[in-house]
């Protein structure tokens, strides 16, 4: 399997531990953000969307590029069972998807580089707003999340329970970048909580941006 990614892309650190939960040898293929490498034409032929990750996979009928994180983690779920990233239950999936969809749907959108580069080079913000609209975002949806982990019965040691799931891939990328960006994490003590254990498994560790080829 090949990964287009970028060390610093919270979608493609979604991909790379789900890759790494399950164990699965792949290669890297760097595109770097800030140098719009992901709107070379090279790329935009495979990809006309022209984001990260984007997942190579051999199938029935050649080579598959299959793009977008959660769709991703989802494949690698249903071809690479164990160990599964997402509950037996139809209640469990629902939660974890719930959570994992609050994330990468509600906060991540809205702070992902071409919406912070937007703000500033063509809304004409000051640098500093980038900071600030990144930070009220996250406030926003993790004082929801906090309140639903912190009061449901089916957190655990992590998200949902004490395996990994869906819910905490998505998770940890999000606090990592947030510390990028000077979140205040003191309001969320069951997501720090939640979000150190993660940071013991060497699969979560390994992912990190830090830990990349690319990293700078």
């Known amino acids: 399997m090949k990964l287009y990614g970028y060390f610093r892309s919270s979608t493609s650190f979604r991909a790379r531990i789900a890759l790494n939960v399950k164990g699965l040898a792949y290669d890297q293929v760097a595109l770097h953000l800030r140098k719009g490498e992901q709107r070379a034409a090279d790329y935009l032929a495979i990809n006309p969307q022209g984001l990260v990750p984007a997942l190579e996979v051999e199938g029935p009928e050649g080579k598959t590029l299959i793009t977008q994180s959660l769709a991703i983690v989802e494949y690698l779920d249903e071809v690479h069972p164990e160990p599964p990233l997402l509950p037996a239950d139809r ?14 749907c509600d906060v991540h959108p809205l702070n992902n580089l071409r919406v912070l580069t937007y703000l500033t080079k063509t ?24 309140q639903r982990l912190a009061a449901e019965p089916e957190t655990g040691r992590y998200c949902h329970g004490d395996a990994v799931t869906l819910a905490d891939v998505c998770l940890v990328p999000q606090v990592i970048n947030g510390r990028r960006f000077d979140c205040d994490m003191a309001p969320y003590p069951t997501i720090r909580r939640i979000f150190e254990a993660c940071m013991d498994i060497p699969a979560f560790v390994e992912a990190a941006p830090q830990n990349q080829p690319d990293a700078e």
């Open 123 to 146: 809304l004409g913000r000051p640098p500093e707003a980038q900071g600030e609209w990144f930070r009220h975002w996250v406030a926003v949806e993790f004082a929801a999340l906090e």
């Open 91 to 104: 209640l469990g999936r629902a939660r974890v998807r719930a959570i994992a969809y609050a994330i990468a």
